[in-house]
């Protein structure tokens, strides 16, 4: 069975029709516990405030607004991003913006930072999207979809920078799988 290319037609909606659908693209998971525990990061900080300006005697209208405020701010720093990948592309869906590469048309891939690594993907149509490396790491299928993408990349030509990066989070991956497969007993 050939490998499809082209993506599916789209019906209503914007959703696409056809067979195997699902397969084709996947949603990095933990993004519903990562937003569950960004709301109640700030639903604590929010508290906190409150608390300690009740203690004080300082509790007004004014102060509790601003402390809205400030909590909503701690949520737009930690609400996670979407992360949703399909056969050539990846979209990345933060708080404010949406942001969409070409995985199969990168002309350059980049690993930032130290403790928390961030992958910064760069396609030659100017499209740019950054995500955290654990959430590729994480997802197999996000991984795959990304993996072939890239090197629909190499054999066009157009990714100049970023093989390296591919090689190291291909050891990571596959450093994981290995350790899921001796946890379970399947090594």
Do not use: K
């Not at 708080?95 to 590469?101: A, E, F, G, M, Q």
């Not at 199969?104 to 930072?113: E, F, K, V």
Request: glycine residues 12%.
């Amino acid at each position: 069975m050939g490998r499809r290319h082209s993506q599916p037609p789209l019906v209503a909606g914007g959703r696409s029709s056809g067979p195997g659908t699902v397969r084709d693209t996947a949603r990095a998971h933990g993004w519903r516990s990562d937003r569950r525990w960004a709301i109640g990061c700030a639903c604590a900080a929010f508290v906190l405030a409150e608390l300690a300006e009740w203690d004080t005697g300082d509790l007004s209208l004014l102060h509790t607004l601003l402390t809205c405020g400030i909590a909503l701010v701690v949520l737009a720093m930690l609400w996670p991003a979407q992360v949703v990948a399909g056969e050539g592309w990846l979209t990345v869906r933060g708080p404010l913006r949406t942001r969409r590469v070409r995985t199969d048309a990168l002309s350059g891939m980049w690993l930032i930072g130290d403790l928390a690594c961030s992958l910064v993907l760069r396609d030659i149509h100017g499209g740019r999207a950054e995500i955290d490396a654990e959430v590729v790491v994480a997802d197999p299928v996000l991984w795959h979809l990304l993996e072939s993408g890239v090197h629909r990349s190499q054999e066009r030509g157009t990714l100049r920078t970023g093989a390296r990066v591919l090689t190291g989070l291909g050891r990571r991956v596959d450093g994981e799988a290995r350790a899921i497969l001796r946890a379970s007993g399947l090594d």
